[in-house]
């Protein structure tokens, strides 16, 4: 298994981003300097210029990118299950345009909060077959890309549906949406899954990618985590992807970053 962090390439509103703002060169090299293998990005609308610049800037410090969000268009409302079908309809044009800048990062897509929330007393039939339908035409772009789709299981508060693993199973079989794998995040496990090992077993199939972070969504080991029941249960599905850290920075960005990869690192050695 790898360990990566999380950066954000602007000022983001998600408060579980370690490294952020726009000197993206100090926060590569500090990133890298701390041993992490890699990064999930959370970008902005980058230009073709930043996109060469950036690529340049991770292949200097040896930094894969395991996930690239687009945090920016959630941030503005446009989600894949808008109830206004041109909402939807800009939502794809604009995913359709980020999957292209994961492609080149050769990256992951993950489809967190971007999936938009079920309307009140509507059906969670109806909203699905609407976040179906939307994610059917994403798919055809991420294969002929070669971007891995991933649906991230999100806590109740954040999403009011697809919280845990079973429910994203699911949707994916029920809808034959199988090319969609699933990133697991501990910190909405922790609040939504009965054991979060026996969930991380029964993600065996579809299991693309990991955040962690503890139950108070600081850098794992700050809470009350069981974390060699969570890697013991990685290494018996045989997962070898990263453990990206999605976590709040406390006491200081660098006290956390650099007790977050040595807490893991401890544990994955023994
Ligand atoms: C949101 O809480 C989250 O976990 C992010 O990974 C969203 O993409
Ligand atoms: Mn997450």
Redesign the pocket.
Known sequence: MKIGTCLATFKTKFS?VSFTGTDIEANLRKISSLGYQGVDIFLHRISPVELDTLLELLTKEALEVAAA?A?WITEQGITLSHKEPEKRKEALMLLNEHIEVAAKLKAKF?L??IRGNRIEDESYRSYEQRLAETLRRLIDKSETLGVTLML?P?NRY?CNTLNRVDQCIDFIETYGLKQVRLLV?T??MNIEETKIDKAILSSEEYLAHM?VADSNRGVPGFGHLDYNAILQALVSINYSGFLTM?SQSFPSVEVSAKAGIDYLRSLLIR
């Open positions: 579980a969000a945090i993950p967190g909060p991230e999100v954040e995040d910190f909405h955040h999605e």
